[in-house]
């Protein structure tokens, strides 16, 4: 079993849809997670940091940890075509060295 | 704003050539890592440096080395390029190894070994 799992999709939502894409994890160490957002041939980009438990918005974007159950969302509201991409969670247990772990990434494609 | 910056974006190498891949930070970040992405393995670590002249193996380090001479530069090299080497390599960068640091990511070199 992976340390982080993520549903590889592709997941086809229309324009306007509240997206949700989620990550499973098993070490209960890590507390620091993060989305990054990767466009075809491209690098992925930060696009959402939070520590430990708790919610973080940041324009359409909402973050969401809940340690308990090892889950992690990412909500995109009012999904646009430009939002398609691939999304990948990746996370930390804060340790000397920050090392992060990795989701394989979730396909995310917006139709108009 | 973090700039990462892959000098060579597409590269196309023949077997058994030595390959370097040129990465460079403009924010004084003290680690520096490069990851392979390949579809279905995800990113996967090969080599990473807390400081000059310093390098640490990742989870994937065969046929790889590095070289950082300076604290913005991270080089990886690949001393005889194989056909299984033919994939998208990131380079990347952090503050320091404070708790809670955030990696950011180059724009990517693809490479085909033929």
């Known amino acids: 079993q992976k340390e982080v799992e993520q549903d590889p999709g592709p997941l086809s939502v229309p324009e306007g849809a509240i997206v949700s894409l989620n990550c499973t994890y098993s070490?209960?160490?890590?507390?620091?997670f993060m989305w990054y957002r990767q466009y075809s041939r491209k690098g992925p980009e930060l696009l959402m940091y939070t520590y430990s438990s708790g919610n973080k918005e940041d324009g359409r974007f909402t973050a969401q940890v809940d340690k308990s159950s090892k889950y992690i969302s990412l909500f995109i509201r009012d999904s646009q075509p430009s939002d398609s991409a691939t999304y990948l969670c990746a996370m930390s247990a804060g340790n000397a060295g920050n090392m992060l772990t990795f989701g394989g990434g979730t396909r995310l494609m917006v139709k108009p | 704003d973090v700039k990462v910056t892959q000098s060579s974006r597409y590269l196309v190498k023949r077997t058994g050539e030595k390959v370097f891949l040129e990465c460079v930070q403009d924010?004084?970040?003290?680690?520096m890592f490069w990851y392979r992405q390949d579809p279905g393995l995800g990113l996967r670590l090969i080599y990473f440096s807390y400081d000059v002249k310093m390098k640490e193996k990742g989870d994937i380090p065969e046929g790889y080395s590095v070289s950082r001479e300076k604290k913005e530069r991270f080089s990886l090299i690949l001393e005889s390029a194989s056909t299984n080497q033919t994939s998208m390599y990131l380079c990347?960068?952090?503050?320091?190894?404070?708790?809670?640091?955030?990696?950011?990511f180059g724009e990517g070199s693809w490479l085909t070994v033929v």
């Open positions: 924010m004084d970040h003290e680690n």
């Open positions: 070490n209960s160490a890590f507390q620091y």
């Open positions: 990347a960068s952090s503050l320091d190894r404070g708790f809670g640091n955030t990696i950011y």
